[in-house]
């Protein structure tokens, strides 16, 4: 009994330290959003500025244009996620179902290629988009965001469906439905939370994603959200500390919004007392 409380209490206080490395950072950030240039200065650094103040985003929208970049990180991010989960449904509906040696390679694959950095495919990448003439193009942008996040989105979606017992579409095969009627009216509801979740990997994989942006757009009013906050650093290595904290803190708010509004989407149980036993 003493053992299993122990053990209890050892991984609480393991939860709780994982959760104030994970929260440090973002309160920091938001501190340091907040403070004035005097106190970024200080050498003493509290955690609650002693006198807030909104100039720091003031100023991050007077130097860089924020919204603009925003936009196109925005709209990169939900072609990348609509893109991605379209394609990848149906073909992990098909690799989860029949289970060949070709599904099973395909699988194995995917867990592969999630191995190989970014920097091998980016010069491939960037032939390719430039003899298609989509170098510095949101069009490609999306592209590549959708090869990129399609293996690991394929993967999770081939878990969400084999979590959907087989006994339901049997079922309803028997009461005369036929395939596209089962797949739509069956399978496809119990998905939504897979499918919502992999929607929101997707989106927030290209949403944060630095390198590619960085590579393939060229001009100003191509650039996404990622490639403007690194104006705020000088060419000596010097940031504008305040401002690029205001605009960072900024950048995540959507994530933070959107996965607050779908979470409870994203729960398990969802099956539970589908099948009869």
Do not use: C
Request: hydrophobic share 60%; glycine share 6%.
């Amino acid at each position: 009994m003493r053992t299993s409380t122990s053990g209890r209490v050892g991984q609480y206080a393991a939860l709780l330290a994982y959760l104030v490395f994970l929260a440090f950072p973002f309160l920091w950030l938001v501190s340091t959003a907040f403070k004035s240039p005097r106190e970024l200065g200080s050498l003493h650094p509290t955690w609650i500025p002693r006198d807030p103040t909104l100039d720091n985003f003031r100023q991050a929208f007077d130097e860089q244009p924020l919204l603009r970049a925003a936009g196109n990180s925005l709209l990169a991010a939900l072609a990348a996620a609509v893109i991605a989960v379209l394609i990848a449904t149906p073909l992990a509906y098909v690799m989860a179902r029949h289970r060949t040696r070709l599904a099973k390679a395909a699988t194995g694959w995917v867990v592969v290629s999630q191995a190989f950095p970014l920097v091998l495919v980016i010069i491939p990448l960037f032939l390719v988009l430039k003899n298609l003439r989509l170098i510095n193009s949101l069009v490609g942008l999306v592209m590549v965001y959708v090869v990129w996040a399609l293996p690991f989105a394929l993967w999770m979606l081939v878990g969400y469906v084999r979590a959907v017992p087989t006994e339901l579409e049997e079922a309803a095969a028997v009461d005369g439905a036929g395939r596209l009627r089962t797949l739509v009216s069956v399978t496809a509801p119990l998905l939504a939370p897979g499918i919502v979740a992999t929607a929101l990997f997707a989106f927030i994989t290209a949403w944060n994603e630095f390198f590619f942006a960085l590579v393939l757009l060229k001009t100003a009013d191509k650039q996404t959200l990622p490639v403007v906050l690194t104006h705020f650093i000088g060419a000596e290595g010097v940031a504008d500390l305040g401002p690029l904290a205001a605009a960072a803190f900024l950048a995540t708010l959507p994530s933070l919004v959107i996965f607050a509004i779908i979470q409870r989407r994203i729960t398990g149980g969802m099956l539970t007392g589908a099948v009869k036993s």
